[in-house]
C-alpha cells in the first residue's frame, strides 16, 4: 500500500529544487519578507525567485516583474499574497509549469463570503494546470534536512524524526522552539489550512512515507476523509506510529474549531472510534502529544505492560507508580534471582519490592549502571521508568568533600556530571527495552541536557512519563491488532 | 477555630533564634554536614552550635563536645545521627532544656524491626521532656523568609507564598529548583516523614495561620487523623486554598506508599470523600498540584466559571476552549457591547466568537492592554484566558523593518519587549477579575520571564492553563458550601 515519497504530491512542497516567491518585497513587516527570511535564514540551497511588480531586487535577491520573466521553471511557488489576487498569480505560475504551490494568503473559505468563491476559483485552476497546493490560509512547511523551512519562524535547531501534520499553523511554528525545550526537531512538518487540495491524509501518506520519520504527530480539527483516513494511518502504523490531538470533541472546541478552519468536528466517541480503527494514539494535550512522539521515535516498543520504577527519592516513585498503575501497566515484583543480584548493591534503607527505591548508593555508578541493567534483564520487565535527580550543587559538595575546592571542583565536578552521562547513555543504548528517564530538572542542568541531546527520554515528570509508557503500550497493542486484522477490524 | 501561630508546635521549628545541630562534623560527604551547609548557605541569622564528640570546630563554627556544654538552651535540635544514638540525643535536648527538634534520622518505623521500638522510645522520651518533634526519617524544613533551610539542597531563590506539608521529603527539596523554573518559592515547606510527634495535620494548620502562605500544597500518601484533618482544612479553607496530590490510591501508588512511608492508604474513593468534605482541590500529578497552587495564590478568586478565551493564534486558543470544556467551564459568547467595543482593534480575519482570536494586531498594545481590558470589563466574564506570544527573532525582525540594524536593533527590541512586558502587568494588576497567561515559551523568553517574576501566572500550555482555572472555580464553589455550611455538611 505504501507508495513512493516522491509520488507524493508533497515531495517537490517540502523538497522542491527551486522556489519562486510572491508577496515578499523590502517591507520587513510584510508576511511574505518575514517568510523568505526564513527561508534565506535556514540556507535554502536552491534558486529562490521573488515575484514582484516593482522591485528590482527583494532582499538581495534578483526579483522578478512576473512569473513569465522566471528564468526556469521553479519546482515551488509561494503565495503570501492579498486573497484577491492570489488565483491570478496561481493562474500565472499554472502557465509557467509550475505544478506545486503553498497558498499562505488567507481570506478564502475560512471568511465565508465571497472567500468561498475565491477558494473555488483557485480550485478550478489548480485544476486546470494539474497544480497540486497546500492551503490557503496555512503558514506553510518545514523540511529542516532540506535546509527549508517557509514558515513565519526560524528554525534553529537540528532536524529531528517528529514529522507533523496539524490543521493549525501554529502547532508547526510554535513547536520549534518548544521541541527544542527537550532538544527535538522535526523531520517535516506541514500545516494543511483549508486543505483545498491536499489534505491531512496525503500528509499521513507523505511522512509514512519519509525515512526520516520516525514518529507522525497530527493536530486535527476535523478530518474530511475519513474512510481514507484510516486506511492510510493502518498502512502506516504497522511500520511508524501516529499520535493525535483532536480539538473538536467538547463543545468549545467543536466551536472554536469551526471559526478556525471551519472544520465541522464530530464528537468525542466517533473520532475515538476512527482512531481506535485507524490505531492512531490519542493525546490529551499538545504536550502528551509531544511526549508520546518523543517516547515513541526514541525507545524501542514494550512487549509487554510490565514497568519496573527505579528510583532515588521515594516520592517521585511513588507517584509513577501510581501514574502507571491508572495507565493500566503492571507493577511487578521482581524475580528472586533479580532480587539476589541487586542484593550487592541495595543499602538497607532501600526498598526492593517495586518500585525499586535505592534511596541512595554509595557508587553512583551503581544506580546509572549497574542496578538498572539488572532490572532490564529480568525477564518480568518489559520497560523501565528511572527517576534521575543529579544536582550540580550536590556533586559539587560531594567533590568538596575529597578535599578539592576553587576551580578544581568546578572543573572535576564537570567532568563527574559528563562522566556519569556518557555512562547512562551507553547503557540505555544497549538494551532493546524502552527505559523512559524522568526528572523534575530541565536542561538547564548539564546531565539532563546531555542525556537528551543524545537520544535519551527524559520527561519533566513522573506523570508525564508513566502516561508516554502507557501510550506506547497501547501503540504495541494497536499495531499488533492491525498487523493480525480480520477484514471486520480493518472495515 | 483558628489559634495563634507562635502557639503552633512547629513555629520554633520553623522559627528557630538558635538551634544545635547533632550529626554534622567536617566530613563533607556526611549527612548532617550537608544540612549544615544549607543552613550556612542561606545565611541563617541566629547561633548553630554543632553538637560533636571529637571535633573543636565544625565547619567553621565552634562545636560543643555534649548538649549540655552548650552555653544556652537552643530553641530547635537537629539530629542527624544513626539510628541508635538519636534517642539518647533527644533526651540530653530534653535534660537541656530544649522543647523542639527534627529527626531526620531514618531507620525507625519504616524499617520495621526493631526500628519499631525505637520510635517508640523517641516519642516517650519526647513526652516525658515535653518535646514537640518533626519526623523521624524526614529531611527538614525551609522557611526561607527567616533565612532557615534545613534540607539537604541549597534555596537559592526568594522566599514564596506557596506553603507546603510533604510526606515524601523530595517535594519539598527538589521542589525548590522546580518551582524557580516558574520563578515560584515556598512560604515554607515540611517534610513530615514518619509523624510520629507532629503530622501533616499540624503542618496544615501551621500553614493556615502562616501569613506569608497564600495557598497551602500537601504531598500525602496516607491521612492518619481523618477527622482532624477535615476539621482543620474546613477552617482554612475560607480564607485559604488547599491543594493536595494523593499517591495512594491506585493500586501501585498504595504499594508503594506502604514501602516508602509504612503508610497505610486508602482507595480512591475514600480519599475523594475526605478531599470533598474538606475543602480540598485535588491534584493529579506534581506539575498540576503547583499550577493549581501558582494560580490559587497569585490570582483573584473567579466569580463564576465564565471564561472568555484570548488569542492571536487560531491552534491554541482551540485547545484552551476545548480545556475550558472539559473542566465544565463555560465560554459565553461576549456581549453586543464588548463586541462593539473590540470592533476597532479586530482585523477583519480575527474572530469574535469566544476564544476571541486576533490573528493579529497592527499595534501589539491593543493585544496586550486594549482588548483583554475589555474582556474583562464584561460582565459575563468571571475570567481571562491569554495566550502570550512573543518571539524575540519576531521583534527583531520587526525592528529590522524600521531600519534599526546591529546593536540598535538588539537594544531597541529589548526596550520594547520591556515596555510591553510592563504594561500587561499594569493591566493585570488593575483587574479583580483573574487573568491567566499560556504559553509554549519558557522563561528563556524574556517576555515571560519578567511577567513571571512580576507575579503573573503564565503556565506552559493552553490545557495546564484551563485545568488550572477549572481547580480555581472548583476552589470557590467549595469555600462557598463551606462558608454557608449546614451541620451536616459539617460532619
Redesign the interface.
Known amino acids: 500500500m505504501q507508495t513512493p515519497i516522491n509520488s507524493s504530491p508533497l515531495y517537490k512542497i517540502v523538497n522542491p529544487r527551486s522556489l519562486a516567491i510572491f508577496g515578499a518585497s523590502n517591507?520587513?513587516?510584510a508576511m511574505g519578507t518575514?517568510l523568505l527570511?526564513s527561508i534565506q535564514a535556514l540556507g535554502f540551497a536552491g534558486p529562490i525567485y521573488p515575484v514582484h511588480p516593482t522591485e528590482k531586487k527583494v532582499m538581495g535577491l534578483k526579483a522578478y516583474k512576473t512569473t513569465a520573466d522566471l528564468p526556469e521553471i521553479p519546482d515551488l511557488a509561494i503565495l503570501v499574497l492579498p486573497t484577491g489576487v492570489a488565483p491570478e498569480a496561481l493562474e500565472e505560475c499554472g502557465k509557467k509549469g509550475t505544478r506545486h504551490a503553498i497558498v499562505v494568503s488567507?481570506?478564502f473559505k475560512e471568511?465565508g463570503g465571497e472567500g468561498i468563491g475565491l477558494e473555488k476559483q483557485l480550485k478550478s485552476i489548480a485544476r486546470q494546470y494539474d497544480i497540486r497546493f497546500l492551503g490557503p490560509n496555512c503558514i506553510g512547511v518545514a523540511n529542516p534536512r532540506h535546509r527549508f523551512n517557509a514558515t513565519?519562524?526560524?528554525y534553529e535547531q537540528e532536524p529531528g524524526f517528529i514529522g507533523m501534520a496539524?490543521?493549525?499553523?501554529?502547532?508547526i511554528t510554535?513547536?520549534f522552539?518548544?521541541l527544542k525545550?527537550s532538544g527535538l526537531g522535526f523531520s517535516t512538518g506541514f500545516s494543511v489550512g483549508n486543505e483545498a487540495d491536499i489534505d491531512l491524509v496525503d500528509c499521513l501518506a507523505y511522512l509514512g512515507a519519509c525515512p526520516h520519520t520516525k514518529v507522525i504527530g497530527m493536530?486535527i480539527?476535523t478530518i474530511r476523509r475519513g474512510r481514507e483516513f484510516i486506511d492510510t494511518a493502518r498502512s502506516i502504523v504497522p511500520r511508524k506510529p501516529i499520535v493525535a490531538?483532536y480539538?473538536?470533541?467538547?463543545?468549545?472546541?467543536r466551536?472554536?474549531?469551526l471559526?478556525?478552519?471551519g472544520a465541522l468536528s464530530g464528537p468525542d466517541r466517533i473520532y475515538d472510534g476512527v482512531f481506535r480503527q485507524s490505531g492512531v494514539i490519542r493525546a490529551?494535550?499538545?504536550?502528551e502529544l509531544f511526549d508520546f512522539c518523543w517516547c515513541l521515535g526514541a525507545c524501542p516498543p514494550p512487549a509487554g505492560k510490565g514497568v519496573i520504577?527505579q528510583t532515588n527519592?521515594?516520592?517521585?516513585?511513588?507517584?509513577a507508580?501510581?501514574?502507571?498503575?491508572?495507565e493500566g501497566l503492571k507493577?511487578n515484583p521482581v524475580s528472586v534471582r533479580t532480587r539476589q543480584r541487586l542484593a550487592p548493591y541495595m543499602p538497607?534503607?532501600g526498598?526492593i519490592?517495586?518500585?525499586i527505591?535505592i534511596t541512595y548508593t554509595k557508587n553512583i555508578l551503581d544506580y546509572f549502571i549497574k542496578i538498572p541493567e539488572i532490572l532490564l534483564d529480568d525477564a518480568e520487565t518489559d520497560a523501565l521508568l528511572i527517576y534521575f535527580?543529579m544536582?550540580e550543587?550536590?556533586v559539587l559538595?560531594?567533590m568538596?568533600?575529597?578535599g578539592l575546592s576553587g576551580e578544581n571542583t568546578a572543573a572535576e565536578s564537570k567532568k563527574f556530571i559528563h562522566d556519569q552521562a556518557v555512562a547512562v547513555i551507553d547503557m540505555i543504548r544497549r538494551h532493546t527495552k524502552p527505559c523512559i528517564g524522568f526528572s523534575?530538572?530541565?536542561r538547564?542542568n548539564p546531565f539532563i541536557r546531555m542525556l537528551q541531546d543524545n537520544g535519551i527520554v527524559v520527561l519533566?515528570?513522573?506523570?508525564?512519563a508513566a502516561r508516554a509508557l502507557g501510550a506506547m503500550v497501547r501503540y504495541v497493542r494497536m499495531r499488533d491488532k492491525i498487523m493480525s486484522g480480520t477484514p471486520q477490524e480493518a472495515a
Chains 1, 2 share one sequence.
Open positions: 517591507r520587513y513587516t518575514n527570511s488567507g481570506g471568511m513565519f519562524l526560524p496539524s490543521q493549525s499553523g501554529s502547532f510554535q513547536m522552539d518548544y525545550q493536530y480539527e490531538y480539538a473538536g470533541g467538547s463543545e468549545a472546541g466551536k472554536a474549531s471559526s478556525h478552519t490529551w494535550s499538545i504536550e520504577v527519592s521515594g516520592g517521585p516513585g511513588a507517584v507508580a501510581d501514574g502507571c498503575s491508572r507493577l538497607h534503607t526498598s519490592t517495586n518500585p527505591d535527580l544536582s550543587k550536590g559538595r560531594a568538596e568533600g575529597f523534575f530538572s530541565n538547564e519533566p515528570s513522573p506523570s508525564r
